[in-house]
Structures are given as structure tokens and as C-alpha cells.
């Protein structure tokens, strides 16, 4: 009697649902993404292709003729300088300043003037940046004067409109 008792009970029971309701529901949510962003991929490229009438070769025609305009000064020859790692004009002498640079000549024979007169160009640098304390160097426009004083350095050295710009690529004070 105890194991009719067992066994009916077991029949009686409702049979269990299988998991995996969620699984599906996330399945079926990234599939409608990966198909939404498709077609807004699509959508995107034929507004822009068809509808603007941009190409990417009509684009590539005006970049290359917006770079070489009539009267529109060309970019030089540009020159990455070593690091240049200084002492700053501080009265305690605990102020750092690591500097690095990238020269922007006129042409490749002032690359060539400039490789020819490396040391001189590096006594000139370090001797402006030894000279500035960390308040003449900490706001954007004491960066902005000291990107043109060093320009004036380096084209006392190499000669007037040899430099034409100095980039600050790197600038660290510690």
C-alpha cells in the first residue's frame, strides 16, 4: 500500500517545464540587433552614397584638391628632435621638465642644415628651457610663446624662415 501510495503520487504530479526560456529570448533579442544595425548600415550608405551623391573617389578628388590650393602656403619638411629632459629654473631645483619636439624646415637642404648643426640647435634649446621656470611654462599661452621662442633660437642658428614651426609632441613637468 505505501508504494501504491509513492507511485500514484509521482503520476499525479504535473510534468516539470523545460528551462531555457530566457536563453531563447536572448537569442532571438541579439538576432533583432544584428538585423536593425544592418539595415541602418544599409540605410546610412545609400543616404550618403545616392542621396548626397558622395563617393568615396569624389571625396578623395576634393581632399587632394583642398591640399594643394593656389596661394596656400605648402607644409615643410617636419624633423622629430631627440627628448629633451632639463632642470627648470626653480629656486628649490625640484622641478623637471621632459620636452619633446617636432621641427617643421622650410625644405630638405634646411633638414639637411639642421643635421649639420644638431649640437648647436640642442645648446640653444636646453639653454632656453634651463632659463624658464615652471610659471613661465605652466599656462597655454607661456607654451604657445615658448613654441616661438624656440623657433627664434633655432633660426638664429640655422638661418632666418628655416624653421617655420616647432611642435610640442611630448611635455612633462614633474
Known sequence: MAEDELTTGMEGAPPKKKGGGLIKLVIIAVAGIVVLGGAAGFVDWKFTNFVLGKDKKEGAEK??????KPGQEAEGVRKTLPIFLVN?????GRRYLKLGLEVELRDPQAQVELDKSDAKIKDA???LLTSKSYDQIATLESKLELKQEIVSR???VLGQGKVLRVYITEMVVQ
Not at 581632399?63 to 594643394?68: C, D, K, L, P, R
Not at 627648470?88 to 628649490?92: F, R, S, V
Open 63 to 68: 581632399v587632394e584638391a583642398n591640399a594643394t
Open 88 to 92: 627648470l629654473n626653480d629656486p628649490m
Open 125 to 127: 634649446v636646453l639653454l
Open 154 to 156: 633655432m633660426n638664429q
